[in-house]
């Protein structure tokens, strides 16, 4: 029997899985079950009270709930058709017509979405602000009229914003699908008599409909939860969607109705993880098969006389997207007076006030530790995720993957609400870094598991198991095979996840007090004060940090795709006297 009990002693292995299984449980559900919590809960965070269904009550017999409700799926609904059509269009350039400078085209098209929202937003609330943006006064001195035409505070000029930004998104998700669609299919197709528009509508189009809808859901969710863009253009104009309401009734409404966003916050969650049950229903029971062991090569449209007024088109698009906003910007924080451009009022004297500015030294400084500490954890403990997902046999890697996913479907500005209630009373948390790298960890787990999990299955298991029959130790087998391995890729995970959370807004917005106020924040306090030319200096000076990030992570991908191209194992020699076998499908979980 003693025997027999030491036998089922759970190994060293897996008490670290069961380990990093309640970590990332206790991580992950704790501020979830805290969103409900306050939801339910009389008083604000860190008060007595009881619990109570009134703010359920009061939401849902309120119009306004309904008003934002409706404006929410409107608006988009609208920007992410547009938002499609524009990345269906970029994608269909790039890869199906003889269009001049594809390549500049294929670098360019996805530059917005590495562009953070909330600067794309400003940059437009400058060109087109109704009474003195300088795109309304260049287009009123042109045409003579006393007033610009255009109203970027108004659901147009929201779902234009929005649409800009996501195309991109988009673009990046379809792209593919254009890519590896055979062209025999649109050559069968025209050989049976239909023309080149005929076959896009009924070939082409419906096979690409898994990757489409597939894109235009994501970009749909991702839109729900967008920040910046209905902040800085709808907030001023009374147009709420589900985000600038939440930061309005916390932030501007007096006392804070913190009961409203709560509510609204779970709201959110509940349309969200309906929007993912979506997804996976229509794209789990279709099959489109459009790559086949034949060979196959993408089938390029002479577009004759169109090509340069269809690069046009393009050009068009990233003016818009990237050059003018940034362009603004830009140029805003080189003139004393926000809005007013003439030669006798260019100074330096912007730049020089911002960067001895002590409040941004201190933002700069809590951004830079935050973003890098948290990558830094993200990488250690999505890398021990993806192993145990990928590698091993753990009876829980499945809910362990699970949990992983999770906050995928909490948007910023929700789990930043919980966050508030989860941690507010835990001593030397609440009010310090602390608590946005807790947030910033929660938040980009998903992100560092879905890449590092995705490289890791790309390994052949054969290489471990090589070191292990060689006599290597499991630590010496992980630490001289899978990490040299992974190098490139844990570095490319590392980079995205400190972009993105050098430009994150949502997440830190309700988490910032005076004292570990990040950039982002402090950029939004800035414009919400009406200093739009320090506002300019920090966007310049934060997009400059992105780009660099940006140029590293370009970099350290390129060497990861490289690295994975020469690890896979080769294909054992073929005998003359038996069949060639076909590679095992056997997973490696």
Known sequence: MRLGALRQRPTGGTLACGALLLGVGALVLYPTYMLLYGSLWSARPGFPGHFTLAHYVATATDPQTYQVLLTSLLVVAAETLLATAIAVYLAWLVTRTNVPYRPLIEVVAPLAFFVPGLLTAIGWAILANPRNGSLNQLIAAVLRLEEGPIDIYSYGGIVFVMALHSAAFVYLLVVPAFRNLDASLEEGAHMSGAGSWQAFWRITLPLLLPALSGAMLLAFIAGLEAFETPVILGTPARIFLFTNEIHYAMTVSVPPNVGRAMTLGVWLVVLTLLLVAL????????AFTTVTGKGYRPQVMDLGAWRWPAFGLFLVYALLAVGLPIGQIFATSFFRVFGLFSWD???????????????????????????????????????????????????????????????????????????????????GLYGTVLILLVAYVTHGLPIGTRILAGTMAQYSADLEESARMSGASWWTTFRRVVLTLLRPSLVAAWLLLASIFVRTLSLPVMLTVPGNEVLSVLTLSYWDQGQGAKVAVIAMLTLGLLVLLTLADVAARHQAAIRARFARPAAPPRSSGAPAQAPSLQSTS
């Open 279 to 286: 997804q996976w229903r229509l794209l789990g029971r279709r």
């Open 345 to 427: 009022l260019f100074t330096l004297d912007n730049y020089r006030q911002v960067l001895t500015d002590p409040l941004l030294g201190r933002a700069a400084r809590n951004t830079l530790f935050v973003a890098g500490a948290a990558a830094t954890l993200v990488v250690l403990l999505s890398g021990g995720v993806a192993y145990v997902v990928v590698r091993t046999r753990f009876a829980g890697r499945r809910v362990l993957e699970l949990l992983s996913w999770l906050p995928w479907t909490l948007p910023g500005i929700v789990l930043s609400l919980a966050m508030l209630w989860a941690y507010i009373r835990v001593p």
